[in-house]
């Protein structure tokens, strides 16, 4: 919609259909256009659907206690998944299809997306229980997971701090500007040591947003003290990143909006942790980082913001592991660089 020479736009579904299109491009080389949109709707709906399902006592409860005791939910939970597989997966599964009859082969020399990464493991190694049909549905949905959603709700909570504080908007667009000799091309991956105060808000946007409310569950293997209080050997234990995030120890005035803190104290980013730690981060961390820097610098670089209407809080989810995105719409002003 345009709105006195500006558009606007209702900010989840923006940057749901951004971020879609760039994890759909690297997955299998297909962007969503507007034409296609419909195509991203079938997949954002589906996926949806399993967050709606997926509730914080499952990441807790044994899968056996909730295959065996809580059966119709398992069943549920199990036919969301694999729908949602079906339909994130549905243009890998036609490649794979015209990769075994023959008419698609893999160049290693000239591959275009994950796809075709994964049929070449199969085309010099055959297929194995690691990389079938279905190992590729399930490494595709696992990817769309962990980089849609969570990267989606961090931009949008990002953006409504930033409408809410344009003075720290304005010194991050001053900075890119600089770094990228005042709009002439584009922000890339390679400016990020060039740009301690975007790299700084980002750290902050994230520390806010802190989408999982709660890390994977891990086992201890050893007896140990926690919080003071001993815990045995054995126990499932899980980090709480949203209190991690706003403890006052770590983050003086925690509920404030500063990405200054992370200009003073050098050991604030290590310590900011969405995606969680260890071998079970997230899958999508690498993707995601890049994903937010490049959205952010670029966006910055060219256009101005302004909130349309009224700026609301963070919804949260009952019973959920994660966190709602903010219902805001913003309007777009394309800068016209020097």
Not at 32 to 60: P, S, Y
Not at 130 to 151: A, C, P, R, V, Y
């Amino acid at each position: 919609m345009a709105v006195n020479g500006s558009t606007v736009t209702k900010a989840s579904d923006f940057f749901d259909l951004t971020v879609g299109s760039i994890i759909n491009s690297i997955l299998v080389g297909k962007r969503f256009e507007e034409n296609t949109k419909h195509e991203f709707l079938v997949i954002k709906n589906a996926l949806d659907k399993g967050f709606e399902v997926f509730t914080a006592f499952d990441m807790i409860l044994p899968v056996w206690f909730t295959k065996y005791v809580l059966r119709k939910h398992f069943d549920y939970i199990m036919k969301v998944n694999d729908d949602s597989k079906d339909f994130a997966a549905r243009d890998a599964v036609e490649r794979y299809q015209k990769f075994k009859s023959g008419s698609y082969t893999v160049d290693e020399n000239d591959l275009d997306d994950y796809t075709d990464a994964f049929l070449l493991k199969i085309q010099q190694e055959g297929e194995n229980e690691n990389f079938n049909l279905e190992s590729l549905k399930t490494m595709i949905l696992d990817l769309w997971i962990t980089g849609q959603e969570t990267t989606s709700t961090t931009l949008v909570s990002g953006f409504s701090h930033l409408l809410m504080n344009p003075h720290i908007m304005d010194k991050a667009k001053n900075e890119i500007l600089k770094v990228t000799e005042n709009g002439s091309r584009y922000l890339t991956l390679e400016d990020r040591p060039s740009t301690p105060y975007l790299n700084a808000v980002i750290g902050e946007v994230q520390r806010h947003a802190s989408v999982l409310n709660i890390n994977f569950m891990r086992y201890n293997y050893e007896p140990v003290i926690m919080g003071g209080h001993p815990v045995d050997g054995g126990c499932l234990v899980s980090a709480q990143l949203g209190a991690l995030h706003v403890n006052e120890e770590m983050f003086e005035n925690p509920y404030d909006f500063d990405p200054e803190r992370y200009m003073n104290n050098d050991n604030l980013l290590p310590q900011t942790i969405p995606f969680g730690l260890g071998k079970r981060s997230c899958l999508g961390e690498a993707l995601a980082r890049s994903e937010l820097y490049l959205i952010f610098g670029n966006l910055l670089l060219r256009y101005q913001f302004r909130p349309h209407g009224t700026l609301s809080s963070l919804e949260l989810n009952p019973f959920s592991a994660a966190k709602k995105p903010y219902k805001m719409e913003m309007e777009f002003i394309k800068i016209q660089n020097e």
